[in-house]
């Protein structure tokens, strides 16, 4: 089963980043471009096969280690 | 004084540290390796700067889970000294040794040159030997040491007295043109509640010989010597 995971900043963060990437967008003749915030993706290949065990599991790899959750929220998918 | 410099993949300050530490203690520290799961007998452990582990996915966040941290975070909760400078800040934050974290510089530039700093506080066994209010100048070098936490951690720190050092001006004012990464409340420097814990940006171990250009590092290793001997 494979687990693809997104984690995003939390609402209220400060992402120079993605202010930074904004701008280019602008510069490149993008218009319309109200904000862009930056995240991550993280696929992860797992021997598990329940989806409820791998979805705890990942949940616990996320928590851990994967985003951290002062600044960081997390979305999880299963993929068979 | 006996003291442990633990040294990741990546760390690039532990020679500055074991030279800083050499010179207040007049022994040398011991270095140990990521990998060891035992800490020696010490009573105080040092983690230095660098870019452990390439700052693969967050800053610190590898090094943070590694079992020698483990370790350092199991003797910590029992009172032992641990100060974290620079990337050992961003380590020591995500290890949850110290609260928040330190988000990329505001500007999206690595800033390295000397900065001011205010101590906040001379009770601590790291800043004893300074006075409350003066204004020191040590270099940052880094990228990502826009310190953040919430609101509520934030006044915590502040009642708490868990201010250890602010970015300000030469004459100890603060204001967004001195703070050089953006930091949430100017912080350079927090302790943990017990106080046994320090992390911050600058590198007091590159401000301890005229030939580097200050020498205001050397009464933080002092207090150190002084405290734990």
Same mark, same amino acid.
């Given at each position: 089963m494979k687990a693809r995971v997104h984690i995003t900043l939390k609402n209220g963060v400060l992402d120079p980043q993605g202010r930074a990437i904004a701008h280019a967008l602008g510069t490149l003749g993008f218009g319309g471009v109200n904000d862009v915030r930056q995240g991550k993706y993280i696929e992860i290949d797992l021997d598990e096969r329940d989806k409820a065990k791998a979805k705890q599991q990942v949940d616990q790899m996320c928590a851990k280690l994967l985003a951290n959750t002062v600044i960081e929220n997390y979305a999880i998918d299963l993929v068979d | 004084m006996? %003291?442990? &410099?633990? !040294?990741?993949?990546?760390?690039n300050r532990e020679r500055d540290a074991e030279a800083a530490l050499t010179q207040a203690m007049g022994r040398?520290?011991?270095?140990?390796?990521?990998?060891?799961t035992e800490l020696p007998d010490v009573d105080l452990v040092l983690v230095p700067g660098g870019f452990s582990?390439?700052?693969?996915?967050r800053c610190g966040a590898i090094?943070?889970?590694?079992?020698?941290?483990?370790?350092?975070?199991?003797?910590?909760?029992?009172?032992? %000294?641990? &100060?974290? !400078?620079?990337?050992g800040f961003q380590i020591i934050t995500e290890a949850g040794l110290l609260p928040g974290i330190l988000?990329?510089?505001?500007?999206?530039?690595?800033?390295?040159?000397?900065v001011r700093l205010k101590v906040e506080t001379s009770q601590s066994l790291f800043t004893s030997q300074?006075?409350?209010?003066?204004?020191?100048?040590?270099?940052v070098a880094h990228h990502d040491g826009n310190y953040f936490a919430d609101d509520r951690t934030l006044d915590e720190l502040e009642s708490n007295g868990q201010v250890?050092?602010?970015?300000?001006s030469p004459d100890g004012e603060f204001a967004d043109e001195h703070n050089p990464n953006g930091s949430a409340?100017?912080?350079?420097?927090?302790?943990?509640?017990?106080?046994?814990?320090?992390?911050?940006?600058?590198h007091p171990e590159n401000a301890i010989e005229p030939l580097q250009g200050s020498v205001d590092g050397k009464a933080l290793f002092a207090s150190m010597v002084e405290a734990l001997s």
């Open positions: - | 006996k %003291a442990a &410099i633990v !040294v990741f993949p990546g760390s040398k520290p011991i270095m140990v390796w990521h990998r060891d582990y390439g700052d693969y996915l090094a943070a889970h590694s079992p020698i941290l483990r370790e350092v975070k199991a003797r910590a909760d029992k009172g032992m %000294a641990v &100060i974290g !400078v620079c990337n988000l990329r510089n505001a500007s999206l530039k690595f800033v390295c040159r000397n300074y006075e409350q209010g003066q204004v020191l100048s040590i270099p250890a050092f602010r970015y300000c409340r100017n912080i350079a420097g927090i302790f943990n509640r017990t106080k046994n814990v320090l992390g911050l940006m600058p």
